[in-house]
């Protein structure tokens, strides 16, 4: 079983849906969390870090679940430009300890 | 600031040649990794380099070595590439948690 898993997807929704990732890791130890946006052919750039409490900027809202070990993104009123794939890092104390989901698909429609 | 630089961009070996790939950032930072992409796969992270002088194997180092030149600079090198090598290569910096993400090197084994 991975450590950090993340449905593939692609998920195609139509633009000005609310769409939802979740990501399931394995490590209760895990300390960190974060979402990463990569756009096709180009480097991972940071999305949002997720806070126990739940942190939201602009239309996007990221949660996390310690007991049920997930962290969830919402994106609410979809744009075309956020077209990407999607990927959820998990970190723990060490430097080394950073692991990155396989990342999910998203495609918005006009 | 450039922020972190790899090259090449591309790159096409033979099996059996060596190559090393160059990474730096400008953002005094004192952790560098070195990952792969591979479809499905994820990022793996091949070495890491906590602060300048030390290094360490991460997921995937058979096959790569790495030198951390300085603070500015964390090379890594293939010393008889092979098929199984072909993949996108990373390079990133953190000062603490986020990383920053070069542009990658596109590396095709024939």
């Known amino acids: 079983r991975k450590e950090v898993e993340q449905d593939p997807g692609p998920f195609n929704v139509p633009e000005g849906a609310t769409v939802a990732f979740n990501c399931t890791y394995s490590?209760?130890?895990?300390?960190?969390f974060f979402w990463y946006r990569q756009d096709c052919r180009k480097e991972p750039k940071l999305l949002m870090s997720?806070?126990?409490s739940g942190n939201e900027d602009g239309r996007f809202t990221a949660q996390l679940n310690r007991a049920s070990q997930y962290i969830s993104l919402l994106i609410r009123d979809s744009k075309l430009s956020d077209s990407a794939t999607y990927l959820c890092?998990?970190?723990?104390?060490?430097?080394?300890?950073?692991?990155f989901g396989s990342g999910t698909r998203l495609s918005i429609r006009p | 600031n450039a922020g972190v630089t790899q090259t090449p961009k591309f790159q096409v070996l033979k099996t059996g040649q060596s190559m090393t790939l160059q990474c730096a950032q400008d953002?005094?930072?004192?952790?560098m990794y070195w990952y792969r992409q591979d479809p499905g796969m994820g990022l793996r992270l091949i070495y890491y380099?906590?602060?300048?002088?030390?290094?360490d194997k991460g997921e995937v180092p058979n096959g790569y070595n790495v030198s951390r030149l300085n603070k500015r600079e964390f090379s890594l090198r293939l010393e008889s590439a092979a098929p199984s090598q072909t993949s996108v290569y990373f390079c990133?910096?953190?000062?603490?948690?986020?990383?920053?993400f070069g542009p990658g090197t596109r590396l095709t084994v024939l």
């Open positions: 490590n209760s130890a895990s300390q960190s």
């Open positions: 890092v998990v970190s723990y104390s060490s430097a080394s300890k950073i692991i």
């Open positions: 990133a910096s953190t000062p603490d948690r986020e990383q920053f």
């Open positions: 997720v806070y126990s």
């Open positions: 953002m005094n930072h004192n952790s």
């Open positions: 380099s906590a602060s300048e002088g030390t290094t």
